[in-house]
């Protein structure tokens, strides 16, 4: 039994396939607000679906009732939805969106790795974003993953150099299962400065979608992102300057990342780690409702 139903859908040229599934991990909502900007710049049409009740924990994702007069209208299931659309310049893209799989991870990839044959993809490119001791006042910094077969792919954005080990979310699994299936895919990852990973940073969507579209040869327009950006970051500015303390957090980051420009994780000494900073942006932010990250 198929885990998706295919859909009627436009004919495609081998497509670039973005997977940005909501899970883990996102800081700033880099790649929600990145996929949005997306999906938005053209009409999309979805080409299939993903069996939910195979994949989906429906009480940790449950679905939305509407309700109207006490009179329950239906529901809005949680779905998984690969769409097709283009970018400014005709070429094909299609989007893998929706939350990320609860449960059937190898079972998932799989069907994943066959639809992107049938579709003859030309590269997968994955985002997502991440806390990093960063600055604010420095432009968001990308660092790219993908499996052996695709290295060559990283060296075109970046890397967090070293070896470590994190929880994986679904991307790490389907770029290894991309990798095996000879298939070129690439994940990028937004710095996000640590102390304001809480909120909504768009420069951080914006570092995506120019990343994608320089590693996957794509045209998308992301001044509305910068423009947002550069709202987001008079606010941060503006709080920080308040304090001498929270400011020289922010020159010590400075430094380091300018030292260090190279070797993003090695940091030269203990950092603060900015959940003051953080609580004292969330409660700013909440105190001035018209200006609230993401508007211009």
């Known amino acids: 039994m ?19 599934l909501e899970g883990w991990v996102d800081a700033g909502l880099g790649a929600a ?12 049409t979805v080409i299939a679906e993903f069996d939910g009740e195979r994949l989906i924990d429906q009480r940790a994702r449950r679905p939305l009732a509407r309700i109207v007069d006490g009179v ?38 799989d069907a994943v790795v066959g639809l992107a044959r049938e579709l003859d993809v030309r590269l997968a490119v994955g985002m997502g974003a991440f806390p990093a001791p960063a600055p604010h006042t ?4 990308l660092a790219a993953t993908a499996p052996a077969q695709s290295a060559e792919l990283v060296a075109r954005v ?5 070896a470590i080990e994190v929880p994986s979310g679904i991307w790490g699994a389907l770029e290894v299962a991309f990798g095996e299936a000879g298939l070129p895919a690439v994940g990028l990852w937004a710095r996000v400065p640590h ?33 947002a950006a550069d709202a987001t970051f008079r606010q941060v500015d503006e709080l920080i300057s308040r304090s001498e303390e929270h400011a020289a957090m922010v020159r010590k980051l400075e ?12 940091v030269g000494g203990e950092l603060p780690t900015g959940d003051e900073l953080a609580a004292e942006l969330e409660r700013f932010l909440r105190e001035r409702p018209d200006r609230s990250p993401g508007e211009g």
Do not use: K
Not at 81 to 108: M, N
Not at 138 to 141: G, K, L, N, S, T
Not at 199 to 221: I, Q
């Open 33 to 44: 607000g990145a996929l949005a900007a997306l999906l938005g710049a053209q009409p999309t």
């Open 138 to 141: 420095r432009p968001v910094r």
């Open 2 to 20: 198929s885990l998706y139903e295919r859909h009627p859908g436009p004919p495609l040229a081998r497509p670039v396939l973005v997977v940005a």
């Open 72 to 109: 329950n209208e239906g529901l809005t299931w949680p779905r998984i939805e690969l769409r097709a659309g283009t970018d400014r310049e005709g070429r094909d893209v299609c989007y893998l969106v929706g939350p990320e799989p609860d449960f059937g991870w190898r079972s998932f990839t």
């Open 195 to 227: 102390y304001v990973a809480a909120m909504a940073y768009p420069a951080a969507s914006a570092a995506l979608v120019d990343g994608l579209c320089a590693v996957a040869g794509l045209a998308f327009d992301s001044a509305a992102l910068h423009g």
């Open 255 to 266: 430094r380091t990342v300018d030292v260090a420009e190279g070797n993003p994780l090695d």
């Open 158 to 162: 970046g890397v967090v150099p070293g």
